[in-house]
């Protein structure tokens, strides 16, 4: 199977959870700006977080198959195990929001980014073993220390939400910022793969082997 199918199926899914997540958003009820703001203002920014997330795993995702020409079963059901944490982030995002930040929805939504995560990890870890001992996408990687401390991160907010939230409201600002700083870490252009396919085309053109 090529690898383009994968990625045209991933796509869609992706672009599906962004429509569903858009069409959550509560219309004002006035035409003024005032009524956007209190109507729809922290779903605007719920949104934007989320959408940001799901921008992050496609442009990760696209990377990464780049260098990906063996695509096994394992890889397809990896590849689906991240979908479908990636499908629940409207219901998780929607459901923070109407709550205004409620603790459990709060740590639910943690929950789901951290097993998003975790489900993209393995599917790299499934496609470096299929890649064999001289992996291409291993030597693009390296030591991958964003993706390290990503889970750190959502574990921190998971228990500030868990512990701080119910005794002192305002902790819910700073569970929220690990969320964003884990996305603002991301949005940092990664050119890992890019570095290593400019290296490789460089190699081949010089007729190294």
């Not at 569970?175 to 290593?196: F, G, H, K, Q």
Request: aromatic share 10%; hydrophobic share 50%.
């Amino acid at each position: 199977m090529p690898s383009s199918r994968l990625e045209a199926f991933s796509d869609g899914v992706l672009a599906v959870i962004i429509t569903i997540m858009v069409l959550e958003l509560k219309i004002p009820d006035q035409p003024d700006l005032s009524h956007l703001i209190s109507d729809t203002g922290t779903g605007l920014l719920t949104y934007l977080l989320s959408f940001v997330y799901v921008g992050i795993y496609w442009n990760n995702h696209h990377h990464m198959f780049q260098i990906t020409e063996r695509i096994t079963g394992g890889v397809l059901w990896a590849n689906l195990h991240l979908l479908f944490w990636l499908s629940l982030l409207p219901l998780s995002t929607a459901w923070m929001d109407t709550t205004h930040f409620a603790q459990v929805p709060l740590i639910v939504y943690g929950i789901d980014l951290g097993a998003a995560a975790v489900a993209y990890y393995l599917l790299q870890q499934v496609i470096i073993r299929g890649q064999g001992g001289r992996s291409a996408l291993r030597e693009a990687v390296g030591r991958d220390l964003k993706g390290k401390l990503s889970p750190v991160l959502y574990l921190a907010a998971i228990l500030i939400a868990l512990l701080a939230v119910p005794s002192w409201r305002p902790a819910f600002w700073l569970s929220m910022a690990c969320y964003v700083a884990v996305a603002v870490m991301w949005l940092i252009p990664d050119r890992r793969i890019e570095r290593y396919l400019a290296a490789n085309s460089r190699a081949t053109a010089a007729g190294d082997p």
